[in-house]
């Protein structure tokens, strides 16, 4: 036998069945393998290049909102105007209307553009002050109520522009649209330009547009974020305060406590459901129960949350209750071994460990709450809400609205200028989601236990 | 194996700890413990043998109640614990395993500090007064379970860093810190190496001087190792209880016969 592999060993021939040959099979099996990583890569392309496309789009319309255009000229506090009593009374002064701040605005406006010597021909005295923001004598008017001092002396102002002057800074207008555009005249703008070239008109950051209430359409420079803000932040305060107690109770309850019978088994199912039901169907529920029967007051951030706590309870029961399934029953066995009674077992082991899941689980429905918008469009909560909801405690029952309800409210407005806010307030709501995200990831690590 | 030296071993019966007459256990429909009549003896290591599925762990569970936990386990018949029924209506099962502590087949440390893991048990039961007992019985109980010399200096280390034998050690200091009168163990060494495994026996051995132990094992030699008296389950049944020394040489039962020597099992 050994001496009959000394000749045929010197050339390797293929047998059959030789492993340094694929086999047909093996063959078929390696393409179907390398066909379903193409799919695979593709489907994973496809999503991120859609979600490329979405964050480009909305971060190109919407980071603009960001900056406003503004004039910066000295403006006198004309006493004559403001405090015709003279005794700087604050409830004196209030009785002067926003028509009085306009005149020492627009008075101030003039004289800063002939002081500086920039040419207004072709425009007429009210297209020079048309360039100024409606809002922009209302702010004055705060400005000089909450420091009556400043009265009699001359300010910096920093003044609001037209949103067409806006949306010339940032591309929006030009002056072909603004041949046809009723609202702003190519003279108007080129005087913006000029105003541009002395420094006068300038874009800093926006900071009214998350500070500020929401605007009539006329004026959408002024247009913020403000009750928004507040709304969504208390309606994510109750939905925290009445969701994870009910929700991890509920899940402790039926995990360990309850028997398993008929009635858990149409609870599970009942709760499994009550998850996947559209959540209009939930603004339908909140306005029957809450406006209608308890009469609650609508459009509150308090009925909002409390129908969308109605929403995110089963995603947060069914969320804790796989944590919880998940500890692994040793450690039930372990306490219940050295005499703990049930509830020690459930708050001292079971529940530290179900921890990280409870956490991610609750953060996780949280930010679907935030993105919520369908409920509270029922309940009202897309009403123009101008004045901020109070910062006591009854502040929950007035009238408020949200992130998502806004920018659905600002993207149904005529002018171009709210489709840029509306843009910018996803950006702002994006920024939030991704950090309760980012906060649950962190919690996780924080918490998770070795085993 | 020289399993001959255990008939040279002295057997002290100071009377029955635990008295089980007629015991039944049924999981649903399945019967799976049939007329079980057991003395476990105090001061004596009683080995539980027996196939897979025999029903021994069961009946070892039923001693302290752990299969209240399985809602569709039934237990009737009754289990004396010194004259007193485990399952009377009266008895809370909580208070039944302070004095019936447990060992498990996997060592199942809580992910808690060395020290938390054997104060837990004193603790919940507030059997010490202040720091300073507790530390005490701390240090008796990793004492007790010859495990005080390796982690003395790190009683602060987590539980879980430990390794298998030494978990497994942990586990039963844990179980001896409440100062049980019984303590049961499920196959405590499946998952331990031998060496672990002759810790453990050595424990279970110098253990038998303070309480009752009761130990459910595969092995048959662990069993003529550690034990005094052994009991053979097949399929539910009490086969044979005895002496130790008399069950692996002397069988009564062709079951139990054919068992030790391997052909069934």
Redesign the interface.
Known sequence: MTDMSAGSAAIPRAKKNSILVASDNMRRRNAAEARFKIYGLAAIAVSMVTLAFMLVTILNDGLSSFKQARYSFPVSLTAAVLDPSGDRNRDEMAKVTTVGYAKVLIAAFKAEIEARGISTEGLSDKDVSDMVSKDAPGELRATVLANPALVGTSIDGSILAIGRVDGFIKGRVTMETAVRDGNVSPEQLQLAERLIEAGILTSPFNWDFITNSDASDQRPEAAGLGVALIGSAYMMLIVLITCVPVGVAASIYLEEFA??NRWTDLIEVNISNLAAVPSIVFGILGLAVFINFMGLPQSSSLVGALVISLMTLPTIIIATRSAIRAV?P????????????KM?MVF??VLP?AMPGILTGTILGLATALGETAPLLLIGMVAFVDEYPSASLGGILDPATALPVQVYGWAQRADPAFIERSNGAIIILLIFLVIMNVAAILLRRRFE??? | MNDMRTMERIVSTEGNKITARNVQVYYGTSHAIKDVDVDILDKTVTAFIGPSGCGKSTFLRCLNRMNDTISVCKVTGNILLEGENIYDSRVDPVQLRAKVGMVFQKPNPFPKSIYENVAYGPRIHGLTRNKAELDAVVESSLKKAALWKEVKDRLAAPGTGLSGGQQQRLCIARAIATAPEVLLMDEPCSALDPIATAQVEELIDDLRSQFAVVIVTHSMQQAARVSQRTAFFHLGNLVEYGETGQIFTNPKDPRTESYISGRIG
């Open positions: 028997p398993k692994p040793s450690i039930r066995d372990a306490a219940l071994g050295v005499g703990a009674s020690q001292h082991h460990l236990r070795r085993w």
